[in-house]
């Protein structure tokens, strides 16, 4: 069986993204001045960039796994809530 890799995997997978409530949101300030940023690392959709020294992030294509929330150091950085009906992954394998 051939391995597939992070780009072929999400694409198993289908996102209804939710442009008027995104259901995660960063405090940017709070970002930068976090020295390990191990959301980058962390995040299995690799959806944390860092760009210029700043850490970029989308929530299209958010598995909803908490990780970023449970490993984030800095109180307040992240505002995390499942997003609302209908929105979101839906898983199609698994
Ligand atoms: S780990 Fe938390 S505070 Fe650090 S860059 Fe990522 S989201 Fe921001
Ligand atoms: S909940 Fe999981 S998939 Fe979504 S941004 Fe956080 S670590 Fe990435």
Known sequence: MKKMNMQQLLAC???VV???EHHILLNKEICSICQAKPCIYACPA???ILKD???NF???????????R????QEGALSWNYPRGNF???YRYG
Do not use: S
Not at 58 to 68: F, H, P, S, V
Not at 70 to 73: D, E, F, S, T
């Open 13 to 15: 997978d289908k996102f």
């Open 18 to 20: 939710d442009d008027e």
């Open 46 to 48: 690799g959806l944390y």
């Open 53 to 55: 020294g700043e850490i």
């Open 58 to 68: 989308d929530d299209a294509g958010c598995l909803e796994c908490g990780t970023c």
């Open 70 to 73: 449970l490993i984030c150091p």
């Open 88 to 90: 979101g992954v839906i």
